[in-house]
């Protein structure tokens, strides 16, 4: 009985709102208080003005002035148009009569304005509410009805707050100028924010909460300008799903806790992404993974921050200007990076064990690649197509044997050649290693190896074309270098380092025992220049075509070994061997107008040269 006298006491409120509106269209309030079980709430407003709930929250609320429902299965309908209208539920921490538009478990609620400087705030308790299914994992989905806030206004807002297990919310907007904010705590909640095709000077503020069983957070923005969505998540197993398609939007999620995802796109110019995500957990199984594209415009900026072990991110820019910088500390960390445009930047720090960028990848001119890497066993794999590209390398380390390794490639031999690129590594430690590819002329590689007295380094270098250059130092004990190491009969055999093309130029400095270079150069014009100061160094040469010079000096203390071949007319091999001894050099010349000078000092040295036909 007491439960038919209250639905009739709402009907009374609902009609007296009516009419008022009939009558003057603007100023209208409703006030509503429900309890009991599978209760139904429907308000219809039209004009300006108009107020379902208390309007003024400094206003000790009372029975009758709140719009409140309390109990199981309750449904709430709001419908309001015009301008400046209110629907407006406290915050679940005030506790005065009222203060809750719905507690209690598997309600929902429909609210829908249209007009300019509209305002939505809800507050629901309990589980359940709205339709929710968290049996698809991380592709959350409603299976029927779910609470909406629709509004097709300028400068109005949705102010959302749920606590408890299970809840469901969609809010949907229209116009410019316009807010979403959702508050979510406890497990396994689910929002949806949408604001429409125009939507300019937007804003959208998700956050969620959660213990053991994650939330999902889906927001979407297009059109416009100068729109902006924040996605806060705590907790474990969260997911968030962000797209926006506007100029100068901005898009930034933050996830703390284990196992979180992000996800996400920006099409558009001049947006800026922001992903920073924080694992809790003990093991790299408790990553988080980000995984966003920003696509079709310029000047676009993405910043990944991902502290913890097993964090993942997959990246993608499409246009000029763009640029990416990914930080992370910790270890088996990974990103994945492909641009594609010109004067495009990808910036990669990482710090830790057992980190690596997978994949960074390049297609257009002008473009760079910096990548930091400290500690050990870090590894780079880079690819860039396209001419004056750059590509900045440094790993260091605090141990002995540091196992840092990057393989660079610039241009194909069967994509197309690259020119004018340049690499530039600096390496040290112990068992690092570079290996650099490039196809195309006037490109360059400079580097530094064992810089804090390691060993056993090695530097492959391959060059094709012309006007090409390579500048190597080594300085600590057992270093190479030499060219790709290629299975044969199941054995590795390690090559040798080479150019193919005219004018090119190596340099190559070794300051410690047991060092080796293996090169071959072909074409004409080039110049070989090798200098190894230390005992029991090592030197293989070949040259073929005209007018090719090495000059070697091994300043050992002892049994250094040169072994120089060139094939061709008008070749050059100035040699010097100094030392205690034991040193060997052998020098073959074919052809003509070939020219071989060596000097050695010491005991037991032994030089052979052949020139002419053999």
């Known amino acids: 009985m007491k439960k038919h ?17 009939f009558a003057d269209d603007i100023n209208n309030q409703t006030n509503i208080n429900q309890t009991g079980t599978n209760g139904v709430v429907t308000i219809n407003q039209t004009g300006d003005g108009n107020t379902a709930g208390n309007a003024n929250p400094a206003v000790t609320q009372s029975i009758s002035q709140s719009l409140v429902q309390s109990g199981d299965h309750e449904t709430l309908t709001v419908t309001q148009s015009g301008d400046n209208n209110i629907f407006k539920g406290a915050t679940p921490t005030d506790q005065t009569p009222g203060s809750l538009v719905q507690s209690g478990a598997y309600n929902s609620a429909n609210v829908t304005q249209s007009g300019t400087g509209s305002t939505v705030t809800l507050s629901q308790t309990g589980n359940g509410n709205g339709v929710f299914d968290n049996t698809k994992a991380l592709n959350f989905s409603a299976t029927g009805d779910v609470n909406v806030i629709n509004q097709s206004a300028t400068s109005s807002t949705a102010t959302l707050v749920q606590n408890g297990n299970n809840n469901t919310f969609g809010i949907n907007q229209a116009g410019t100028t316009n807010t979403i904010s959702v508050t979510q705590a406890n497990d396994g909640n689910e929002a949806h924010a949408t604001q429409a095709a125009g939507s300019t000077n937007d804003t959208i503020v998700l956050t969620q909460s959660s213990g053991t069983v994650g939330n999902f957070a ?8 100068n729109s902006t969505t924040t996605v806060v998540q705590t907790g474990n197993g969260n997911f968030s799903q962000s797209t926006q398609s506007s100029t100068s939007s901005t898009l930034v999620v933050n996830q703390s806790g284990a196992s979180n995802s992000a996800s996400g796109s920006q099409s558009g110019s001049f947006g800026t992404l922001t992903v920073t995500q924080s694992n809790s957990g003990g093991s790299p199984f408790d990553g988080h993974r980000a995984i966003f594209d920003q696509g079709g415009g310029t000047g676009n900026i993405m910043i990944l921050g991902q502290t913890g ?4 991110a997959i990246v993608s820019q499409n246009g000029d200007s763009n640029q990416i910088t990914s930080n992370q500390s910790g270890t088996s960390n990974s990103v994945s990076s492909s641009q594609v445009g010109a004067n495009n930047i990808l910036s990669n720090t990482q710090s830790g064990s057992a980190n690596f960028l997978s994949d960074g990848t390049q297609n257009g001119n002008r473009n760079q690649i910096t990548n930091f890497q400290s ?25 002995a044997s540091s196992n840092n390794s990057i393989n660079v490639t610039q241009g194909s031999t069967l994509g197309g050649a690259s020119n004018n690129g340049f690499v530039q590594s600096l390496q040290e430690g112990s068992f690092d290693s570079l290996t650099v590819t490039q196809a195309g002329s006037a490109n360059s590689v400079l580097s530094q190896q064992s810089l804090i007295g390691g060993s056993n380094v090695s530097f492959d270098v391959v060059q094709n074309g012309s006007n090409n250059s390579v500048v190597n130092h080594q300085d600590g004990t057992n270093d190479t270098v030499n060219g790709p190491t290629k299975t044969i009969n199941g054995l590795p055999v390690v090559t040798s380092a080479s150019q193919t093309g005219t004018f090119n130029v190596v340099n190559n400095t070794q300051g410690g025992l047991n060092e080796s270079l293996i090169f071959t150069q072909s074409g004409n014009g080039n110049v070989l220049n090798n200098t190894q100061v230390v005992a029991n160094v090592s030197l293989t040469a070949l040259q073929t075509g005209d007018n090719n010079t090495i000059n070697s000096t091994q300043n050992g203390f002892q049994l250094s070994n040169a072994i120089i071949t060139q094939v061709g007319n008008g070749n050059t091999v100035n040699g010097t061997q100094t030392g205690g001894g034991g040193s060997v050099a052998n020098v073959a010349q074919t052809s003509n107008n070939n020219s071989a000078t060596y000097f050695q000092n010491g005991s037991a040295n032994t030089v052979i040269i052949m020139q002419g036909k053999h």
Not at 218 to 225: L, N, P, T
Not at 309 to 312: D, E, R, Y
Not at 375 to 396: C, E, H, R
């Open 5 to 21: 006298l209250l639905l009739a006491s709402v009907s009374v409120i609902a009609a007296l709102a009516a009419s008022a509106a």
């Open 309 to 312: 072990s097993g964090m993942t």
């Open 218 to 225: 889906d927001s979407s923005q297009a059109g416009g300008s």
């Open 375 to 399: 500690g050990d066993t870090q590894s780079a794999t880079i690819s860039q197509v396209g001419n004056d590209n750059q590509v900045l390398n440094t790993q260091l380390t605090q141990v």
